[in-house]
């Protein structure tokens, strides 16, 4: 069992920065690829970035040169910086994990609103 918990969002205006993180914790030695999916209201969850144990790194389209994503694998942490954001980057941020011959664990999900 690997539990998520993502810290991070907030209201900020068009042009502005965020930090997203997420720590996990349980069975954490088993965790490969670890990552963010957003879900703006009626519509579907969608891959932002993801990265592998190695940090090898891949972003959606709409969100590359802005949004960089990192790792501490010691410390079980994913991070998702966001600059630049704008308002179409307006909804939840759940973070996932990949648990090696097993399943994909999520979080909560953190609310991040991008408006002025």
């Known amino acids: 069992q690997v539990q998520l918990v993502e810290s991070g969002g907030g209201l900020v205006q068009p042009g502005g920065s965020l930090r997203l993180s997420c720590v996990a914790s349980?069975?954490?030695?088993?965790?490969?690829?670890m990552g963010w999916y957003r879900q703006a209201p009626g519509k579907e969850r969608n891959l932002v970035a993801l990265?592998?144990?190695?940090?090898?790194?891949s972003y959606v389209d709409s969100v590359k040169g802005r949004f960089t994503i990192s790792r501490d694998n010691a410390k079980n942490r994913v991070f998702l910086q966001m600059n630049n954001l704008k308002p179409d980057d307006t909804a939840v941020y759940y973070c996932?994990?990949?648990?090696?011959?097993?399943?994909?664990?999520w979080g909560q999900g953190t609310q991040v609103t991008v408006s002025s």
């Open positions: 996932f994990a990949d648990v090696v011959n097993s399943r994909t664990y």
């Open positions: 990265i592998s144990r190695d940090d090898s790194s």
């Open positions: 349980g069975t954490t030695f088993s965790i490969s690829t």
